[in-house]
């Protein structure tokens, strides 16, 4: 288990890892950052099904996924206005749409600028 929260992402995904890095640089504070492929699965407490779809930030025994995720880095955030962000993600009726937009983005993330063909999801 880590003791610092932690981002899991897919690392095989140029998309993801572009932007990670990014959000590494932009934030001011930020997690550790790893991809699943490096990572013991069972140790931080996530199947392999788990990974394949979300990013996840995992903070002790919590599990975010997603668009929660991401609102979970913006609350760690000093700047009072990027925090506000992050709780609007998660808060009906801003939750919906960042699902909508998460899902959208993770399912044609292989068709975005700096995605490649490892950054599709596998098909059902």
Request: net charge positive; with cysteine.
């Amino acid at each position: 288990m880590h003791a610092r929260p932690l981002l899991v992402y897919d690392g095989d995904c140029a998309f993801c890892t572009t932007w990670v890095r990014r959000l590494e640089r932009w934030l001011g504070r930020f997690p550790d950052a790893q991809p699943w492929q490096w990572l013991d699965l069972d140790e931080v407490g996530l199947s392999s099904t788990d990974v394949s779809r979300y990013a996840w930030l995992v903070i002790g025994a919590h599990r975010l996924r997603g668009h929660a995720a991401f609102a979970g880095l913006l609350r760690m955030q000093r700047s009072r206005l990027l925090r506000f962000a992050g709780a609007l993600l998660v808060m009906p009726p801003f939750s919906w749409v960042a699902a909508l937009g998460y899902s959208l983005t993770a399912r044609f993330r292989h068709r975005l600028p700096g995605g490649t063909a490892a950054c599709a999801l596998p098909r059902e």
